[in-house]
């Protein structure tokens, strides 16, 4: 006789439902007959407007003045690509600064130090929900070691290569730019972080390092300004980023 019991009921759960609260993955979602439940493919269709919505959108009006509450040089600035069209179907143009929007005022760098770069990236609302936050972590830590910050530089339309333009143009000894991942289906406001020692434009993802998922319900905003801060530190120790400089930290391993 035919064991009826593995099929599917229509409606019914997977019997490894339960593991759905250790991760937001979507797993163990049932069936209804041979497709997902209703609820599951609404709640789908809504994380990919969600993502469509991150993609486009813009850097919040309060960025700015929020920023200057840390008291360092705030330079606005943009790429190459100006409008999101030209952002998403020219990648190049996100890399590249177009110096003439540089909006320096009396903000002039110094050179040297740190130059810290906030760019939309993929997920404005990434850099919109987070960026305060884990600055506020960062930047106390990073003075706490003695590490100078050049200037806080915003550029809209950034990819993560603009870093070498900018810092070049800073005259930084490092540039850190903190911009918003590519919107997935689970998460569409986490944050990636990249480090370049000796910024300059030629460089290619070798000669940086990535901490990636930063967000309430991934790497949180201690956790990864304690990462940055360290590899930072190394980085200026050995003179490297990239592919030289290693993550062997075991206190933030444990963490």
Not at 28 to 33: N, V, Y
Not at 84 to 100: F, S, T
Not at 197 to 211: A, F, H, Q, V, W
Request: proline share 6%; net charge negative; glycine share 8%.
């Amino acid at each position: 006789m035919e064991d009826h019991s593995l099929y599917k009921v229509p409606g019914e759960p997977d019997t490894w439902s339960p593991l759905r609260k250790f991760t937001p993955a979507r797993i163990a979602l049932g069936h209804t007959g041979g497709v997902l439940p209703l609820k599951e493919t609404l709640a789908l269709k809504l994380a990919h407007a969600h993502a469509r919505d991150a993609i486009y959108a813009k850097l919040s009006d309060s960025l700015t003045d929020q920023l200057r509450g840390f008291n360092l040089p705030l330079i606005r600035s943009e790429s190459m690509a100006k409008n999101r069209e030209q952002y998403l179907l020219d990648p190049g143009l996100g890399r590249m600064l177009d110096q003439a929007t540089i909006d320096i005022s009396k903000n002039d760098p110094v050179p040297g130090g740190i130059v810290i770069i906030i760019s939309d990236g993929l997920s404005a609302k990434a850099v919109n929900n987070h960026i305060i936050p884990l600055l506020s972590e960062l930047i106390p830590k990073l003075q706490l070691a003695k590490l100078n910050i050049n200037s806080l530089v915003i550029v809209e339309h950034g990819r993560v290569a603009i870093a070498d333009d900018i810092g070049d143009w800073s005259k930084a000894d490092l540039s850190l730019i903190l911009l918003g991942e590519r919107p997935g289906l689970t998460v569409a406001d986490s944050l990636g972080a990249y480090l370049t020692y000796k910024p300059k434009p030629g460089l290619t993802d070798e000669s940086r390092n990535c901490i990636s998922n930063i967000h309430p319900g991934g790497l949180s905003y201690s956790a990864a300004a304690d990462k940055i801060t360290y590899l930072i530190n190394e980085a200026f120790r050995i003179g490297q980023s990239g592919v030289a400089l290693k993550d062997t930290n075991v206190d933030l391993l444990t963490e």
